[in-house]
């Protein structure tokens, strides 16, 4: 009995012992919910995980993971499987679970483009609603809704996210950062009013304001870049400079003393060759610089220049003419040909000048600032060799180019050229007088190229700035006028705009036979499919909301507001009668036409039909430097289209002189004769034109 008894005290002694390793063997067995590690973004995955977890979940974590799916689903492009998703979300959320569901439902906005849509919901916001990675999604949110337009609202967000980040993303915030000021005009910099107490936003408005007084002045901007970052060592930026100043801290001036010029100096781009080098040998010697804005008087002195002695310009583009009879590399000047029926190539390099350079251009296209004068002068003693790309192959060319010791290249001007130079490798500096299809970021190579699609991207901003909206395109039915429209339609897409139309036409006679059966042209067309990615629709809360129209036709029953024209004088002499015929005189619809309409000494009767039209020109031919246009015009025999390379010939030589700014000097422009010259981060060069308006039979500055 004793021993009975012993054995059963023992084994009640033992019981709770084993029950408590059950326990907490069982707990060992139970997988710890993970969700809300990644839902503090501490830990990342893809859709397809977040999507499996789901589906083996209940409850809280269930809606965890369904909330990180969704966002995973946003973050691979998977817009409307997100949009589905967020659509099947319980009602019943936690707090942490709301306010997820409440970036989600900003985010998902933003990715249908619907900006005010997702500025509604972020007004309902407040950042102390949130921490941690949501928190920097907040901001995120916030500088994406501004669609990158510098403003003050954007500059806090940006410092407000930089702590929040993890070191290797706070170099894009500080880029993004310095582009918003970047963009700024000094008059809309000296506009803004901060607080007392916003030190870091100080310290970036002084690094501004350094970069507005010596941006012309590379060696005066180091320094000044210096000194600011010992006056605010504990700014973001002095601890990483943005990228485009650090580009600035290593600038080093290229060499111009050995010039090398390839041009096609025989076949059917030699007249288009030999102007270019005309302009720019005459640059060389000391071609009268820009003296400002034209002023109505040179306008209109500009347009009736030419009046005796005229010649129409044709259109063949450059890059499609043949090269051939090679002949020996040309040291000496060429004779000027005589002018012929040449057309102005559609698609040859854009010029620079010898003027001084002007402020940075605001991308919102925002008013220029007043021209600064270049630090680095043009060296007239600098040795010029001159090379027929129609003599030999290119790569022979360039390796005796790279043998005669040339610092610079100038040229090719051909496309296929332009192509055959990217393969090639170089390690010249080359300002390359066009533009290859697929531009390639080389640190030694700066593109130039006047084609009709920077005028229509420049089209694009000027209908913009004058409060168009909706605007339509007619343009020849031709590979020109399809290249035209893409180019117009995604420049449109970036500044915001919606639906772009096209409406195509034939030839002359086709317009004559219009006219004669009095059917007009209709402000109509069909929507133009950009070539930028295009965005899906979403569902949510049952509610579908489509992308941005791509397909709803927009008619002439009031919505189109502008009409851009690509048309020869010939053309539009008959197309703007024929708007008038349907949409009566009276029309709101503003009427803008490219240079490809513009005549030299267009008669009284042709400018009292074109009234109001609004139409784009180099500034050197909008009467900006009378002298020159004089110059050049009796260089080529009063051809318009040979004049307008010969201005390019004349902003080449000033392009190569500044050539390590254009390439390194973010901001850094060169007001020049066929346009206000600046360059992308690719160094491709940018043109800013004139724009002109007929007005009571006279040509005068469009406002």
């Not at 941006?215 to 990483?240: C, E, F, H, S, V």
């Not at 220029?368 to 043009?378: D, E, I, K, L, R």
């Not at 007088?433 to 089209?459: G, H």
């Not at 940018?686 to 007929?694: D, F, Q, T």
Request: contains cysteine.
């Amino acid at each position: 009995m004793v021993q009975s008894t012993f054995f059963r005290l023992k084994a009640a002694r033992c019981l709770p012992v084993v029950l408590a390793a059950l326990l907490f063997a069982g707990c060992g067995t139970q997988a710890p919910d993970q969700s809300s590690a990644h839902m503090q973004g501490t830990a990342q995955a893809d859709s397809g995980f977040y999507l499996s977890q789901m589906q083996q979940s209940t409850d809280d974590t269930k809606t965890n993971w369904q909330l990180l799916a969704i966002r995973a689903l946003l973050k691979e492009g998977k817009s409307q499987q997100a949009g589905e998703l967020f659509n099947q979300l319980p009602q019943e959320l936690t707090d942490t679970q709301r306010k997820e569901q409440s970036l989600l439902a900003v985010e998902l906005k933003l990715v249908q483009k619907d900006f005010a849509g997702a500025q509604a919901l972020l007004d309902k916001l407040k950042p102390a609603d949130f921490e941690g990675n949501q928190l920097a999604r907040y901001w995120q949110a916030q500088i994406d809704a501004s669609q990158g337009r510098p403003s003050l609202a954007l500059l806090r967000a940006l410092i407000a996210q930089e702590p929040l980040l993890a070191a290797k993303d706070k170099q894009k915030n500080i880029d993004a950062t310095w582009q918003s000021l970047s963009s700024m005009t000094p008059e809309q910099a000296q506009a803004l009013v901060i607080n007392a107490d916003e030190n870091v936003l100080q310290g970036w408005l002084d690094l501004q304001r350094v970069w507005f007084d010596n941006r012309t002045d590379p060696n005066m901007l180091k320094a000044g870049i210096g000194d600011w970052q010992t006056r605010y060592p504990q700014n973001p930026g002095a601890k990483m400079l943005p990228t485009a100043l650090t580009n600035v801290q290593n600038f080093k001036p290229a060499s111009t003393n050995k010039i090398a010029l390839l041009l096609p100096l025989n076949g059917q781009a030699a007249v288009y060759g030999r102007a270019i080098q005309q302009g720019f040998e005459a640059a060389k010697n000391g071609a009268p610089a820009v003296s400002g804005p034209a002023t109505p008087v040179q306008v209109a002195q500009a347009a009736t220049a030419g009046d005796a002695d005229v010649v129409s310009p044709s259109q063949a583009p450059v890059d499609e003419l043949t090269q051939t009879q090679p002949a020996a590399p040309v040291e000496a000047p060429v004779t000027a040909p005589e002018a012929t029926q040449a057309s102005e190539p559609a698609e040859t390099a854009a010029p620079a000048n010898t003027a001084a350079p002007v402020s940075a251009p605001d991308p919102q296209a925002q008013p220029a600032a007043t021209p600064a004068v270049a630090s680095t002068p043009a060296n007239p003693s600098a040795e010029l060799k001159i090379y027929d790309t129609s003599s030999q192959p290119l790569d022979q060319i360039l390796n005796q180019v790279q043998q005669d010791g040339a610092s610079i290249v100038v040229g090719p001007l051909l496309k296929g050229n332009v192509e055959e130079l990217m393969r090639s490798n170089t390690a010249l500096n080359v300002l390359a007088l066009n533009q290859p299809e697929s531009v390639q970021s080389r640190a030694n190579i700066c593109y130039f190229a006047l084609s009709p699609e920077d005028e229509a991207r420049d089209a694009a901003h000027h209908m913009w700035d004058q409060g168009r909206r909706a605007p339509l395109l007619l343009v020849p039915r031709s590979s020109l006028g399809d290249r035209v429209t893409t180019a117009f339609a995604d420049e449109w897409q970036k500044l915001g705009g919606g639906t772009v139309l096209q409406q195509k036409f034939g030839s002359t006679a086709e317009l004559k036979m219009g006219i004669n059966g009095g059917s007009g042209i209709a402000l109509t067309g069909t929507p133009v499919a950009s070539s930028l990615p295009q965005q899906q629709g979403v569902t949510i809360g049952g509610l579908t909301i489509p992308a941005p129209p791509t397909d709803a036709q927009i008619t002439g029953g009031g919505n189109v507001d502008a009409a851009y024209i690509l048309a020869t004088p010939n053309e539009i002499a008959l197309i703007k009668p024929m708007i008038a015929m349907r949409t009566g005189s009276h029309s709101s619809a503003a009427l803008y036409a490219s240079s490809r309409s513009a005549q030299g000494g267009a008669g009284p009767d042709f400018r009292l039909e074109m009234e109001g039209l609004q139409f784009s020109e180099i500034p050197m031919l909008a009467g900006s430097n009378p002298a020159l246009m004089q110059q050049a015009l009796g260089s080529v025999n009063n051809d318009y289209s040979l004049a307008r390379l010969y201005a390019m010939g004349v902003d080449a030589w000033a392009l190569a002189n500044h050539f390590a700014q254009m390439r390194q000097v973010p901001g850094f422009e060169i007001s020049g004769n066929t346009g206000d010259l600046s360059a992308t981060p690719d160094c491709v060069i940018n043109r800013k034109l004139s724009w002109l308006k007929y007005q009571q039979g006279q040509i005068v500055p469009a406002s």
